[in-house]
């Protein structure tokens, strides 16, 4: 006899004057605590990897162990990103085992469902989170019948599961083997448009998992020489989302719309309040036109910002705070 059934759990609970069966039942529990413990392992594990261990030139040094943490975490979220691009929903019809990525992958997916208003907002928004919606319904029709186990089992190398890995992110199942097979990065500059090999790790701690990543445009042909920073890129993926036109549909695309913005308490597809947002932000003053024949693009944009994010940040809160309506 297990210890869920020792434990003997009442089959219902009384709340609100009716008899509620439990949202919880101890064997999911037990899984989860077995996830959380294994993360913790994980966790360690990191911290006493050296860069000869990984067969790297680089990764930060045993005094900084959170920093050791940090780039895992970073490469763990890369190859996530990989792995949501090329799962697809007839992928999860055979349930969670033949897709369960490595505990790394895993922990980054756990962490994403632990704030289910962005994540359901997003599986709206984005097409390719499709497959990972359906992994979903998946996952959790395992927890509690032996999801802490398959997360446990170590794959053979010919194990058919880890062929499937491979193929659809290039990158090994071992996560500490990624770490020396995923060096770098494609960025595209935001000035030239022309695309530059960001690496991931670097000694002087400006590659792209670290927190004063820095690289300059390579593109010689113009002779760009265009500092591109985290910042530099993440106002450019707000400017993208901001101009991306609204589909002309009787439906319109959820992705039409900014992060943030569409999921609503009450309503996971508030169109109308998104629709209000992004409209409100278009009309500052600072992201009009000058003539109605200039249309802004994110380079215009960005160049008028002088690249700065504070600026773009700066027009959108004065805009969007003399809005009562949000």
Known sequence: MNQSQNLNPPKAFLVGGKQTPPFVIPSQVQDHLTVLRLFSELRQRVENTSAEDLGLEYFPPADEKERRWSVFV???????????????????????????????????????????????????????????????KALAAALGMGLGELLQTIPADEDHHIHNWEKMTATPFDPFKSLSTVIDKTIICPKCGMANRAPFLHADGTGFHQVNFTIVCQNTDHYCGFKITHD?????????????????????????????????????????????????????????PRTEIDVPTTRTIM???KYSFAIIKSAIYTQLKTDERL
């Open 303 to 305: 160049q008028k910002a």
């Open 232 to 288: 530099v890129l993440a106002m450019r993926k707000l400017l993208d989302d901001l101009l991306a036109p609204e589909t002309r549909t009787n439906e319109p695309l959820a992705q039409s719309f900014l992060a943030g913005t569409l999921y609503t308490p009450g309503n996971t597809k508030n169109i109308a309040y998104a629709r209000r947002v992004k409209t409100a932000i278009l009309q500052a003053e600072f992201f009009t």
């Open 74 to 136: 970073g490469y763990a979220v890369e190859r996530f990103e990989r792995w949501c691009k090329a799962l697809r929903p007839e992928h999860c019809e055979q349930g969670i085992a033949l897709i369960m990525p490595p505990l790394d992958v895993f922990m980054v997916w756990h962490t994403y469902l632990l704030n289910p208003g962005w994540f359901i907002e997003d599986v709206v928004r984005i097409p390719t989170l499709k497959g990972l919606w359906e992994a979903g």
